[in-house]
Nanobody, 121 residues
Framework: QVQVVESGGGLVQAGGSLRLSCAAS????????MGWYRQAPGKQRDLVAL???????NYGDSVKGRFTISRDNAKNTVYLQMNSLKPEDTAVYYC???????????????WGQGTQVTVSS
């Protein structure tokens, strides 16, 4: 099995910064894309940022220029550096990884349990 664990959420004032981390572990052969999504109360889950195995990145329009995604392949970990935070960034942030497991020819998608980010005005 594969486990995905996020950390780094919390409460911050508007204009502040937070760094989220997400580590994948288990029977992993390789990891393709790694990404962050967020869901505010009463809203759908939206893409925040995505990074591929070749380190190509894609960002949601609302976070471009403020958030930076990166990954450490040796640690199977993805990071999200969030700067200039706004109250509208408040949400539960979920990590998503696309994994090829050992002895498998398929890629499967795994989600973390989510970490709360709250930005006060």
């Amino acid at each position: 099995q594969v486990q995905v664990v996020e950390s780094g959420g919390g409460l911050v004032q508007a204009g502040g910064s937070l760094r989220l981390s997400c580590a994948a572990s288990g029977t992993i052969f390789s990891i393709n894309a790694m990404g962050w999504y967020r869901q505010a109360p009463g809203k759908q889950r939206d893409l925040v940022a995505l990074i591929t195995s070749s380190r190509s990145t894609n960002y949601g329009d609302s976070v471009k220029g403020r958030f930076t995604i990166s990954r450490d392949n040796a640690k199977n970990t993805v990071y999200l550096q969030m700067n200039s935070l706004k109250p509208e960034d408040t949400a539960v942030y979920y990590c998503n990884v696309i994994v090829r497991r050992i002895f498998s020819t398929n890629e499967d998608e795994y989600w973390g349990q989510g970490t709360q980010v709250t930005v006060s005005s």
